[in-house]
């Protein structure tokens, strides 16, 4: 008796274990960013510049797999379900099937996803969308500095990757990790925030980026500091051009949370 209690301890340690590993191969671990400043490309703050509250942020993009699990747990917002106010025709137009993104690598960056879909994702793991501000702040280092935006070698990088094709297809983890153990803010696709066309909102709307209304109604034109930036007009331009229903092939998203 004693003998099969022992084994059936052991069993039940490791169905335990392999149970708490899955849940762990679908978590994405996240990364503290110390709060900070910074001059932003639009200069639209009386200040000149912006701080940041410290907060977390994953430290790689939603993968396929990860959106699998939420589209599981989640039926409304599969490709055949999800209601067209939430989601343009080209959601997950590249996956087989609702539940099945086919050929497509289980650890590359989901894509091809709304707005609302991302932030939703978000809400269900207990974290939400990076705000542009955040977003921006972690993308100015390299692996070495906090703040690598005069380097000209890194601003070369950023701009031959934007002429890349296809690197949604490669596995999340596949640039190097910058200076706050983040990896592939930039080469590997482009990623929603939270409030994605802030730039041109008025002065009061970009104060109350609790309201979700002002997000979709843009006023204001951009006020650049620096107009050699080019990349970051790239970032900024392309925002502009989205609807919270947009979907893009090359188009993901990554979650943060607050401290």
Sequence with gaps: MFQTNRITYWVTLLCIFHFSWGIAQQTTPMQTIRSGTFVPLYGSTEEGYVQLSSFQLDAHA?????????????????????????????????????????????????????????KKYCECQGKRLPTLDEWEYVTMADAQQLDAREKEAYNQYILAWYETP???????ESTPKNYWGIYDMHGL??????????????????????????????????????????????????????????????LGFRCAKNL
């Excluded at 055949?80 to 497509?104: E, P, R, V």
């Excluded at 296809?166 to 999340?172: D, E, G, I, S």
């Design 62 to 118: 939603v993968t396929n797999a990860q959106y699998l699990e939420f589209l599981n747990k989640n039926p409304g917002y599969r490709r055949s379900q999800i209601k067209a106010l939430f989601a343009n025709k080209s959601y997950l137009s590249h996956w087989k099937g609702d539940l099945n993104y086919g050929d497509l690598r289980s650890d590359a960056p989901v894509t091809n996803v709304s707005w609302f879909a991302a």
């Design 189 to 250: 696709i482009w990623e929603w925030v939270y409030d994605y066309n802030a730039i041109f909102l008025s002065g009061e709307s970009r104060k109350d980026k609790g309201n979700d209304e002002n997000l979709f109604c843009g006023s204001a034109s951009i006020n650049a500091t620096d107009l050699m930036d080019y990349a970051a007009f790239m970032r900024y331009g392309f925002r502009s051009s989205l609807r919270a229903n947009f979907t893009t092939v090359n």
């Design 166 to 172: 296809r690197t949604y297809l490669n596995a999340v």
